[in-house]
C-alpha cells in the first residue's frame, strides 16, 4: 500500500502510530515472551515504507527556530508513542517485550473496558476518585480537580493517569467514593459539572473541572439515593 506522504509533523505521528507500530506488531507477536529492542524492529520497516529522500526532507518548528529531518521526527515517535501508548513492557536501555497475562491486571483490563463503553463492565462497582496537583490546590475557592473512577486501587489508577505528564509534582487524591455501577455514576458527574459550565475543555487531558470536592460529592449522594 503506497504511502501518502507529508513533509509535516502531524504526517510523522500518523504514520508511526497507525502504519508502523501495526508493523512492528506483527512481527513481535512470534517473540513471545523474548525481549527485543524496538528501534530494530521499527528502523527497518521504516525503511521501506519511506525512500532516503522523504526521511530527509527538513521540517520547520512551529514554536522555535530551526527544523528537524522527518528522520528524527518520526523515530521520535516511535519511542515516544511506544511508551506513551504503553503498548510493550519496558525492559530498561531501550528493550521491550511483548506483555503476559502476568503484566495485566484484571481491573485494568475492567477500567479498559468501561472507558470502550461496554455495557456489562459499566455495571461493576467501583471508585471515583478525585485528585489535584499541590500547586494548583486552593483552600479559598475552586480550583482544577480530575475526577475519574476505577474498579481496582485508587493510587495505582491515579500514578496511571500522571504518567508521563508535564507535571513535576505528585499528585493528591482529595477523595474517593465506593459506588454502584461505577461507568454511570462517574458520567452523571461529569455531566450536571458540564450543565453547570464548570469543565475545562482546554485541560491538558480529560475530565478536569473548576470545581470542589464538597460538590462532587454532593453529587454523588444525589445519583446514588
Given at each position: 500500500?503506497?504511502?501518502?506522504?507529508?513533509p509535516?509533523?502531524?504526517?510523522?505521528y500518523?504514520?508511526?502510530?497507525?502504519?508502523?507500530l501495526?508493523e512492528?506488531a506483527?512481527?513481535?507477536?512470534?517473540l513471545?515472551?523474548e525481549?527485543f529492542?524496538?528501534?530494530e524492529i521499527?528502523?527497518?520497516i521504516?525503511?521501506?515504507?519511506l525512500t532516503?529522500?522523504q526521511?530527509?526532507?527538513r521540517v520547520?518548528?512551529?514554536?522555535s527556530e530551526?527544523?528537524d529531518s522527518m528522520?528524527?521526527i518520526?523515530?521520535?515517535?516511535v519511542?515516544f508513542?511506544?511508551k506513551?501508548?504503553?503498548l510493550?513492557?519496558?525492559?530498561g536501555?531501550?528493550?521491550?517485550?511483548v506483555?503476559t497475562e502476568?503484566?495485566?491486571?484484571e481491573?485494568?483490563?475492567v477500567?479498559?473496558?468501561?472507558?470502550s463503553?461496554?455495557e456489562?463492565?459499566?455495571?461493576?462497582?467501583?471508585?471515583?476518585?478525585v485528585?489535584s496537583?499541590?500547586?494548583i490546590v486552593k483552600t479559598?475557592?475552586?480550583?482544577p480537580i480530575?475526577?475519574?473512577?476505577?474498579v481496582?486501587d485508587v493510587?495505582?489508577?491515579?500514578?496511571?493517569?500522571?504518567k508521563?505528564?508535564a507535571?513535576f509534582?505528585?499528585?493528591i487524591?482529595l477523595?474517593?467514593?465506593?459506588?454502584k455501577?461505577?461507568?454511570?455514576?462517574e458520567l452523571a458527574?461529569h455531566?450536571v459539572l458540564?450543565a453547570?459550565?464548570k469543565?475545562?475543555?482546554?485541560?491538558p487531558?480529560?475530565?478536569?473541572?473548576?470545581a470542589?470536592?464538597?460538590e462532587?460529592?454532593s453529587?454523588?449522594?444525589?445519583v446514588?439515593?
Amino acid at each position: 500500500m503506497p504511502i501518502n506522504f507529508e513533509p509535516t509533523r502531524s504526517f510523522g505521528y500518523r504514520f508511526v502510530r497507525y502504519t508502523v507500530l501495526p508493523e512492528v506488531a506483527k512481527e513481535v507477536a512470534a517473540l513471545g515472551e523474548e525481549s527485543f529492542l524496538l528501534r530494530e524492529i521499527a528502523w527497518p520497516i521504516i525503511d521501506r515504507l519511506l525512500t532516503e529522500e522523504q526521511q530527509a526532507v527538513r521540517v520547520p518548528r512551529a514554536q522555535s527556530e530551526g527544523d528537524d529531518s522527518m528522520y528524527s521526527i518520526i523515530r521520535f515517535y516511535v519511542n515516544f508513542l511506544a511508551k506513551g501508548l504503553d503498548l510493550y513492557q519496558s525492559m530498561g536501555r531501550g528493550y521491550f517485550r511483548v506483555r503476559t497475562e502476568e503484566d495485566i491486571s484484571e481491573d485494568a483490563l475492567v477500567d479498559a473496558a468501561i472507558e470502550s463503553g461496554d455495557e456489562e463492565a459499566c455495571e461493576f462497582d467501583g471508585w471515583i476518585y478525585v485528585f489535584s496537583f499541590p500547586l494548583i490546590v486552593k483552600t479559598d475557592a475552586v480550583f482544577p480537580i480530575k475526577i475519574g473512577k476505577t474498579v481496582g486501587d485508587v493510587e495505582v489508577r491515579v500514578a496511571e493517569q500522571v504518567k508521563g505528564s508535564a507535571y513535576f509534582e505528585q499528585p493528591i487524591i482529595l477523595g474517593r467514593w465506593k459506588v454502584k455501577r461505577v461507568g454511570p455514576t462517574e458520567l452523571a458527574i461529569h455531566n450536571v459539572l458540564k450543565a453547570r459550565n464548570k469543565w475545562r475543555e482546554n485541560a491538558p487531558g480529560r475530565e478536569w473541572f473548576d470545581a470542589s470536592v464538597a460538590e462532587v460529592e454532593s453529587i454523588i449522594n444525589f445519583v446514588s439515593s
